[in-house]
């Protein structure tokens, strides 16, 4: 789920956090031998004509009527107009960028728009104003009052055999509401099993529920089909107070009942669906973690390798201009204004790699830049910007890039900060960069590695190079592997090219920490970690 929202407009400004859920119906069809395959992503204007990307849904294959089972947290300020952008997009390939993808249409609206109907449905235009085709979309609102989440596992067994010999099936769960049935979650499709495990998954209860453990949920199952035309398995429904009896000693279980067959002859079911778990847990919030005395860690890592060019050059993009800036400035100016409020000390370990170092000219890929390898922090981003500038001239520019080093490095911090058992630290490593990684097995390892821990990594790619690898390794869409085949524990990398915001340092700022408090709170609810001074606050309702 994407989460956070603009900076907080000043101390008078109180703010409701809301849940945007996505549908669309009618998209145009711009795949000639199948369906489009849509995405919706979210932009939010932050002054004047300047928007920056928020978020996006997950894609679905082959869909023109998507239901969109990934959410948008927002800070909704009753008194203030909060612009929103949502463009659809048939994806055609695996590059992070849009703009190679068709369009299908977008909605600007307010989020008060959006708020006061609770559900608000649209026609998409096109770029031009035109009508896109039929196409609609449907934004639901809820207001985020209740923080509890149901941690779910389900599996199922004697599944229907849908196609020959085989099935591939996943589950659909819906919450009830006065429009109808809404999405609250979608699994992973399991390939040709009909006795499938589903990995492990949490729903809000807002979502699933609206907080009522006696309102009505649906559970489909499908057989998964690539052009899209799912079939239905079965379906039954329930409510969250008869699941939550649900143990592995005693898993509660429920007939998928396919209603098209129920008057066969000799037809009982189509499979048997089995909650071996459901247990509901109260969420503490990004806030509830940061007054509670977590602090987050923000180290820095420069890439010094020779594809940035000599400084001297007014072609380098390290090269500084007169004005006292450059590209890799300006990112640390504007995400280590925001991030420092949240570190105690305002001191940060800032280290380069890719250069010669002096006086042996070694290559090293994870040196401190005030080269003080036993107190490699710096005293503010004035510090910061002061320890590069100062190293800068005195280094030799070289390579290969190697992101793997520094990873490991803050990683051991993460480690050690895990077996606190407490939510206290968590780390967060901003690479800046311009261009490929050469050691991208040991990186994606280290990154597999690094989703276990208390971190996040935010690499901002400077100048005009390929950013390719950057957006594999951003995985919103599935989870990074690593070569071995270890899948990441939850996404931590979010990519952002800095050429996109044409040096707006707000936009530049909102999009690099999007994901962060998500990424947060994600990780030390999953742990059911509990803030250091949770005893001095209450506990979240």
């Not at 109907?117 to 649209?122: L, N, V, Y």
């Not at 530049?508 to 920490?513: A, N, P, Y």
Request: hydrophobic share 35%; proline share 6%; charged share 20%.
């Amino acid at each position: 789920m994407a989460s956070c929202g603009p900076p907080t407009p000043g101390p008078t400004h109180l703010a409701t956090k809301v849940e945007l859920t996505i549908s669309c119906e009618n998209l145009l069809d711009m795949d000639i031998l199948s369906k489009s395959d849509p995405l919706c992503a979210l932009y939010i204007n932050s002054t004047g004509s300047q928007w920056y990307e928020f978020g996006r849904t997950e894609m679905i294959l082959n869909c023109l009527n998507p239901k969109f089972s990934k959410k948008f947290v927002l800070d909704y300020y009753f008194e203030m107009v909060q612009r929103l952008r949502f463009c659809v997009y048939d994806i055609d390939n695996d590059t992070y960028d849009l703009g190679d993808d068709d369009f299908l249409g977008e909605l600007e609206c307010t989020l008060g728009q959006i708020v006061s109907s609770k559900r608000m449905t649209r026609p998409l235009v096109l770029k031009s104003g035109r009508p896109a085709g039929h196409g609609t979309i449907t934004i639901c609102a809820e207001e985020i009052t209740d923080t509890r989440v149901a941690n779910f596992e389900v599996s199922a067994r004697r599944l229907e055999k849908m196609y020959l010999w085989w099935t591939d099936p996943f589950v659909e769960i819906y919450k009830q509401t006065e429009a109808g049935w809404q999405l609250a979650h979608r699994t992973e499709v399991i390939k040709n099993n009909l006795n499938p495990t589903w990995r492990p998954f949490r729903v809000s209860l807002r979502s699933l529920c609206g907080g009522d453990v006696e309102r009505a949920i649906k559970v489909d199952c499908f057989d998964s089909h690539v052009n899209g035309s799912h079939k239905l398995i079965g379906s039954f429904q329930t409510t969250l107070a008869e699941l939550q009896g649900a143990t592995h000693g005693s898993p509660v279980e429920f007939e998928c009942i396919n209603s098209k067959k129920v008057k066969k002859k000799g037809y009982k079911n189509s499979g048997v669906i089995c909650i071996k778990r459901c247990q509901i847990e109260r969420e503490f919030s990004f806030l509830d973690y940061i007054m509670g005395g977590c602090q987050i860690n923000f180290s820095i890592a420069i890439d010094f390798t020779g594809s940035n060019l000599d400084p001297s050059l007014p072609q380098s993009l390290h090269y500084i201009n007169p004005e006292g800036y450059n590209e890799y400035l300006t990112a640390i100016w504007a995400v280590g204004h925001v991030i420092q409020d949240y570190d105690s000390n305002k001191k940060f370990p800032v280290f380069g790699f890719g250069a010669q170092l002096p006086p042996t000219w070694q290559v090293s890929h994870e040196f401190p830049i005030n080269f003080n390898p036993s107190n490699p922090f710096c005293d503010g981003i004035e510090g910061v910007v002061a320890a590069y500038q100062a190293c800068l001239p005195q280094l030799k520019l070289w390579g290969p890039t190697n992101f793997a080093p520094i990873i490991r490095h803050v990683a051991c911090f993460a480690r050690q900060a895990l077996r606190q058992n407490t939510a206290s630290q968590y780390y967060v490593l901003l690479i800046l960069t311009d261009g490929a990684i050469t050691d991208m097995d040991e990186t994606r390892t280290a990154i597999v590695e690094a989703s276990h821990l208390p971190m996040s990594i935010i690499i901002v790619g400077v100048g005009g190079a390929d950013f390719e690898a950057m957006e594999f390794l951003d995985s919103d869409e599935r989870l990074l592997r690593s070569p071995r085949g270890d899948t990441a524990a939850r996404d931590i990398v979010q990519f952002v090219p800095f050429r996109m915001f044409n040096g707006n340092h707000m936009t530049l700022t909102q999009s690099v920490l999007a994901e962060l408090p998500d990424q947060v709170t994600s990780f030390f609810n999953s742990y059911k970690l509990k803030p250091p001074n949770v005893f001095n606050n209450p506990e979240p309702s």
